[in-house]
């Protein structure tokens, strides 16, 4: 019975998102009416002291990132900066090929160490504009969007700095490039077959005679450039190259400014206690703020005159977007937070831990508590925190190395974790303008490609024992 009402949960969850009703107000209603389902006694408790905690908690630490990824995403569009690298890239690759454009700038800027929220806010003016010139419908934005940031270079490649290739290390004692050749051999295969379905979308659309749609009755069209004339396409993509620039430098630095802890007095009257902060934990998240702020910076210096007609104006439906899109990814938050606290989510653990094989064990467990939270991160903490002495203990015993147990845990936690609820999915809808009605079809072929590529990898060291 536990178990039947966690699947509840998620099931109504996902229905709720799938048809397009608000997650924020649905996410605490799946949880809640679990928790209602077990004890009724806990409902306000874990409400207030676990379901909100981890919400405010993620708005906490993720705000700003979505806040300054929107303003950022938003100048870059209205300075036109946009439409120039779009029509640099059309001359340069053709329209026949707007697809793989955007995969690999969301590529680069997700192995640059950008936040792959960021890189929704900061593409899409860039993906809408290609596709709207190529004819490409619309609605096949997300999915491509999917795969240059949530898949290869999310968790495969080896070298990523996104957090689900970091987590692992701290429970198998790896590095962030453990199995190089399992890792990148992943990613072409996921690189490949993402391409090759998107493309078969585009000739199926094309072949219907279906365009990228009507802007009147599009939600969340870029707004159209007001300048005289276009940028040069090296400059325009100059704000681009400083954020991964800026990212990797105060990734750097920060530690070397603050060291490890940093502490201070949070007002001069009285004797308050210190505020003491890890600084590890936060480095990334500084690193990103400030890379984003040096870039906010450059395209105002750079493209001033056409910013500063429409900046009113476009700064706050930036604001609106993040607001929304954050206020979605930490209500997701607290749902998985509160599910992976109910009885039924142990009887899956249980459940999964029972699978023979190890690497077999390790990949559906992780892949499948991230589908059940509705986050890659989240499941795989999760799952390794529970089950990571068992996974070494099996491994070892099969003579399996850590770092083939590290690739295989990030690239599961990037499989199923892209459900209709997951965060990441939702604000990619949103910030498109698209229901998951319209796009989703093409986001879960995505999953579903990304899910086998970590049993190809599993397959493939079987087969030559390379790592």
Known sequence: MAFLIVLAALVFLMVAAYRGYSVILFAPIAAMGAVLLVDPSLVAPMFTGLFMDKMVGFLKLYFPVF????????????????????????????????????????????YGGVSLFVVVFAVYPFASELFRQSNIPKRLIPGTIALGAFTFTMDALPGTPQIQNIIPTAFFGTNTWAAPVLGTLGGVFILVLGLLYLNWRRRVAEGAGEGYGDPATLINEPAPFSGDRLAHPLLAILPLILVGASNLLFTWLIPQLYGSEHSFI?????????????VSRLTAIWAVEGALLVGILAVVVLAWRPVSKTFSEGSKAATSGALLASMNTASEYGFGAVIAALPGFLVVANALGSIPNPLVNEAVTVTALAGITGSASGGMSIALAAMADSFIANANAAGIPMEVLHRVASMASGGMDTLPHNGAVITLL??????????????????????????????????????
């Open 67 to 110: 806040l300054l990824g929107a303003v950022f995403g938003k100048l870059i569009e209205i300075s036109g900066f946009s439409r120039a690298i779009v029509a640099a890239t059309i001359r340069a690759v053709g329209s026949s090929r707007a697809m793989l454009s955007i995969v690999v700038v969301c590529a680069l800027l997700t």
């Open 266 to 278: 949070p007002a001069v009257i009285g004797t308050p206690a210190p505020v003491v902060q890890e």
């Open 430 to 467: 949103a910030v498109t303008g698209l229901t998951h009605r319209q796009a989703y079809k093409d986001i879960f072929a995505i999953t579903l490609i990304k899910t086998l590529a970590v049993f190809f990898i599993i397959a493939l060291f079987y087969l030559t024992g390379w790592v």
